[in-house]
């Protein structure tokens, strides 16, 4: 029998197990952009790269203040975090050519928000065939990139 050791998702899996004290995207806004993998900051929201991703790129975007309502966004939150989405998928597609996007928001930890206290998108590149028996059957993603080298080609694409 083969094994495939994934490591680095066990620090995900414990984090996962109860409550965090504090917020991951606030923390994160304390850090230097380098050290969090933060993309790009605006007035109102910022990119940043899942350390966890289902696929190399997948990218965040959130809003700067912390909230995990939807209607507590004003139209500023919400036409800084559009366009932060739009440039992300054009980053994404200038630098990774995906055949496709996988973009969505889960709200509260019923629909899946890992983080539901701070409102965030997914940003998700998809290709053709990307999906493989290993997903399914063995419950284990295999990703040809590491975070920091997507970071590393993705970051100096984001308009400053």
Same mark, same amino acid.
């Given at each position: 029998?083969?094994?495939?050791?994934?490591?680095?998702?066990?620090?995900?899996?414990?984090?996962?197990?109860?409550?965090?004290?504090?917020?991951?995207?606030?923390?994160?806004?304390?850090?230097?952009?380098?050290?969090?993998?933060?993309?790009?900051?605006?007035?109102?929201?910022?990119?940043?790269?899942?350390?966890?991703?289902?696929?190399?790129?997948?990218?965040?975007?959130?809003?700067?203040?912390?909230?995990?309502?939807?209607?507590?966004?004003?139209?500023?939150?919400?036409?800084?975090?559009?366009?932060?989405?739009?440039?992300? /998928?054009?980053?994404?597609?200038?630098?990774?050519?995906?055949?496709?996007?996988?973009?969505?928001?889960?709200?509260?930890? /019923?629909?899946?928000?890992? /983080?539901?206290?701070?409102?965030?998108?997914?940003?998700?590149?998809?290709?053709?065939?990307?999906?493989?028996?290993?997903?399914?059957?063995?419950?284990?993603?295999?990703?040809?990139?590491? /975070?920091?080298?997507?970071?590393?080609?993705?970051?100096?694409?984001?308009?400053?």
């Amino acid at each position: 029998m083969e094994r495939l050791w994934a490591p680095w998702r066990m620090e995900y899996i414990e984090s996962a197990r109860g409550e965090q004290d504090g917020c991951l995207f606030c923390d994160l806004l304390t850090e230097e952009d380098e050290d969090a993998f933060i993309l790009k900051r605006t007035v109102k929201a910022f990119a940043v790269m899942n350390v966890y991703p289902y696929n190399p790129g997948h990218l965040l975007v959130a809003t700067l203040r912390h909230t995990g309502a939807l209607e507590d966004l004003d139209p500023d939150e919400i036409a800084h975090t559009g366009k932060l989405l739009q440039e992300s /998928v054009d980053v994404v597609q200038a630098e990774m050519q995906p055949d496709g996007f996988n973009i969505g928001l889960n709200l509260g930890r /019923v629909a899946g928000a890992g /983080v539901p206290d701070h409102i965030h998108w997914h940003v998700v590149p998809r290709w053709n065939g990307d999906t493989n028996f290993m997903s399914t059957v063995g419950q284990t993603r295999l990703l040809p990139e590491l /975070v920091e080298e997507t970071y590393r080609k993705l970051r100096p694409r984001f308009r400053r």
